[in-house]
Antibody, heavy 120, light 110 residues
Framework: QVHLQESGPGLVKPSETLSLTCTVSGYSISSGYFWGWVRQPPGKGLEWIGSIHHSGITHYNPSLKSRVTISVDTSKNQFSLNLSSVTAADAAAYYC?????????????WGQGTLVTVSS | QSALTQPRSVSGSPGQSVTISCTGTSSDVGGYNYVSWYQQHPGKVPKLMIY???KRPSGVPDRFSGSKSGNTASLTISGLQAEDEADYYCCSYTGSYTLLFGGGTKLTVL
């Protein structure tokens, strides 16, 4: 069974960079698959942020592309999200997930999510 | 990219059937058979219910079914149960390895 767990600061200052890590267990990232990030502002809907292949190939939401970097560390079986120049609009629950099939297009395993607040 | 269009809310009585629509364009829903649906109970993690328009992951009851016609995908829940009350989100592949969610629909079981 694939298990994902997000970690990172729950509070980020405006204009700074949000950094989160997702640790995967029960499956080796190096074996394949795409891995992604999804966010959900309080009381609002889901938004796909981006996805990464174990090889390091990335794909981003065009609306966030200029501020997003997703990276993978196969030695630690982790992948990470960096979102720069955050504002209050970036406050949300951030989920990491596995993205199934090819092309990757559905989220089959999800982390529990981590709530990020943006405030000075 | 605007979110796929879903009704904000739908409702039904126990035992009835409800259908939630998800409308996009020929560049997303209409262009690919890659629509998925997620169920999210309050404060909980989204759960994959349908993928590839109409396929059910192991463990999802066959009361849940998906279909697509043109630029609109649909999730139908038959034999409504109280536990089905939740938010539902559709998601479509939009080409070039990008994805787009719907705005979400709140299902109320009366």
């Amino acid at each position: 069974q694939v298990h994902l767990q997000e970690s990172g600061p729950g509070l980020v200052k405006p204009s700074e960079t949000l950094s989160l890590t997702c640790t995967v267990s029960g499956y080796s990232i190096s074996s394949g698959y795409f891995w992604g990030w999804v966010r959900q502002p309080p009381g609002k809907g889901l938004e796909w942020i981006g996805s990464i292949h174990h090889s390091g190939i990335t794909h981003y939401n065009p609306s966030l592309k200029s501020r997003v970097t997703i990276s993978v560390d196969t030695s630690k079986n982790q992948f990470s999200l960096n979102l720069s120049s955050v504002t209050a609009a970036d406050a949300a629950a951030y989920y990491c997930a596995s993205v199934g099939s090819s092309p990757p297009h559905y989220f089959d395993y999800w982390g529990q999510g981590t709530l990020v607040t943006v405030s000075s | 990219q605007s979110a796929l269009t879903q009704p904000r809310s739908v409702s039904g009585s126990p035992g009835q059937s409800v259908t939630i629509s998800c409308t996009g364009t020929s560049s997303d829903v209409g262009g690919y058979n890659y629509v998925s649906w997620y169920q999210q109970h309050p404060g909980k993690v989204p759960k994959l219910m349908i993928y590839d328009v109409s396929k059910r992951p192991s463990g999802v009851p066959d009361r849940f079914s998906g279909s697509k016609s043109g630029n609109t995908a649909s999730l139908t829940i038959s034999g409504l149960q109280a536990e089905d009350e939740a938010d539902y989100y559709c998601c479509s592949y939009t080409g070039s390895y990008t994805l787009l969610f719907g705005g979400g629909t709140k299902l109320t079981v009366l």
